[in-house]
Each structure stands twice: as C-alpha cells, then as structure tokens.
C-alpha cells in the first residue's frame, strides 16, 4: 500500500473527479497535488 492512505481523507478527495480520484491527485496550474496526503509535485518533475 501507499504510504499516503495511512492518514485521513481529505478534502481533496471530495473536490476531486472520479478521474482525479482514480489517479490518486489533482491537477493545479504549476504543480500535482496527491488527494491522499496533499503532497504537491511540481510539474516539469516528472
Ligand atoms: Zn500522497
């Protein structure tokens, strides 16, 4: 499992799409963010 899921859920999930549920993160303007523990990853990162 994920490290991530070992907190809460939070509200990013509920502001989420399915899509960005399934993918576990949303997309913002300069960066991802994960739903699960709002860890962001700036784009251009990956
Ligand atoms: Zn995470």
Known sequence: ???C???KLN???WEA???E???GFIE???AYK???CEE???KGQV
């Open 1 to 3: 499992m994920n490290s």
């Open 5 to 7: 899921y070992k907190n």
């Open 11 to 13: 509200k990013y999930i």
């Open 17 to 19: 799409s399915i899509e």
């Open 21 to 23: 549920v399934k993918r």
């Open 28 to 30: 913002e303007d300069e």
């Open 34 to 36: 994960c739903i699960i």
């Open 40 to 42: 962001e990853f700036e």
